[in-house]
């Protein structure tokens, strides 16, 4: 044959295989699955003739069908390599809407391989193409897959703002498909934020338009998000029946990737029932085909799932290989939140053998890629602090950071609704403060203000329905108050009742003292909310709002005369509060230098106190007066009250370290020093 006759010959075949390639890049990724096999070898034939005979138009539908089939195989790297190509010709050949495309699809291999970064750089390339084009369809498109980059990154918010962009053009357009696409996306991001009716309302407006089209592959898709929102209200059999519904479709068509999708779904509703055969089964036919088309993303969350499987089984070491394997993999994608997830595991599974040290180590790692997005950002902070404060316990030592540490727990607590976490925040008020009382000797105040104090000693299994508000505002008041007492106890500057810290930690003691205090009620009364509004007043005096103390001390005296206490709460515990009233009240007036009427309310205090028998009280009353009677000179005075103090105190077992100190300066005033 001539090179003339060949040369005919390859226009006819460029022709006319080209034309079946433009057909088919029209239509949509799923439906070209079987195509690939019997066009694939034809069109790459075919290229080779058209980039030589400069048949660019039918190059670039070639290009587009073979990047096409190469993604459907999920080669990535050959699908970039055609689309670059690809772009090339189309901006060789000024075809500005075909090279838009070219940059959109180079977008989707970057997403689908998680480098976001290069992705959105690729959208934003073909969208500036589009809008400077006026073409609505295309922008629309990578609207979408903006939205679908965000939500990736679990920026929800740019998600659906994104996403909402391309539905105003799909429905203005009459575009049911693209429409069909975006509602889909919109449940997501609501399913994500687990506004479940919400999700469930777009994916049926969505899986309503894809079975009108005779979409299944889409339908499958949606089936299989129904089943998950089923699955996260607990619903098993209403998950499985959506799930099979998806899976059926997905093996009909020989949508491997699909089904393993969905496998391993089968696999979490098992595992969630505590059925761990049937969840390892499915996990491992997942895992079998992600493992085969070389999906690492698939293999390392069903490597995160037999480790958690294994962990159930208390295979302890094969948990750790298993989630190991998956931390490597997540870390090699750039998978952050996953990344977190699998690093929070080891530290739990580390943390459950006592292993502390390592579990610290994960845990601080997972903290280097969390976000304000992850899940289990508060359960990880407790956990860090769990494991630090188990080496603290056997190792007797405080590290100055728990301080910070502590805080920063807090700050994340505060916004939280869900009970586990208020469970474990009054589990570790109480084993951080009960050890430090112990193992430090601080002087805590928790609820047992003084011993005869039978409703604060037994407070712990009192509060144990620590979901009931007054209850958690007064302990997330009292771990504050504690951080600010911590830093002042542990430094040696003498001005740090005056720094920032500390005047922070007292500030958020008392906003929830203040939360806890109002919502006392007379008709039932809670020993905390009384206890919150003392406390209150002593986070406003330390803060330096002395009126405002005042203010709130005569609020409360009027609740404490108020008859229908006393039928309600026992007296000791009315004169308790009284005498802790007027010890603060005397505080108050010292501060504001009216000693005369400080005196009096010490004295009113610690009648009161005597009384009730405390002598820790009593002492501290008797030091807090030969302050005063040092200050004003009358030395002969404190002299009397030291002594007084110091009788006391023998019969106390709480010695009181501060009336050695007073003895030291009275010395030195006697020497004139």
Known sequence: MNETIFNAWAVSFVDITGSIASDLVAKELQELRFLSHIYGASFNYGLRHALRLNMLSYASAFLQAIGFFSQIRLDYKVARDTYTKWSEIEKQRGHQEGEAESYHQLGIIEEKQRDFAAAESWYRKSLLINEKQGNEHGAASTYHQLGRIAEEQRDFVAAESWYRKSLEINEKQGNEYGAASTYHQLGRIAEEQRDFSTAESWYRKSLEIKKKQGNEHGSASTYHQLGMIAEKQRDFAAAESWYRKSLEIEERQGDEHGAAITYHQLGMIAEKQRDFAAAESWYRKALFIFEKLNNLHGAASVYHQLGIIAQEKLQLSIAKQWYQKALSLHQSLNDKYRSATTLYN???????????????????????????????????????????????????????????????????FETTIELNIKVNIKLFIFRTFNWLNIQKKHTIIIMNEEKNHKECVNSESRLSDVSEESSLNYLLGNLWHFLGNYKTDNTNDKLIKQSQVVMDAYEHAAKFFKIAYFEFDIKNPKIECLNAGLFLIKMKRRCGAWKESLTLLEEFYNVLRNEGLSKKIDYKIIQNLKALSFLESAKIMHLMGDYELAVDRFHDARRIFKKLENISKQVDCYVQLCIIYIQVGNIKEAKILINTALKLNAQDDDKNTRISKLQQILKLIEKGE
């Open 346 to 412: 080891l530290g739990i599974l580390s943390n459950s053998q006592n292993n502390y040290n390592e579990a610290i180590f994960y845990f601080e790692e997972s903290l280097k890629y969390i976000d304000k997005n992850f899940n289990s950002v508060n359960e990880l902070y407790f956990n860090l602090l769990d494991s630090k404060l188990s080496i603290l316990e056997n190792n007797c030592i405080i590290c100055e950071n728990i301080f910070y540490k502590l805080r920063d727990l807090l700050i994340l």
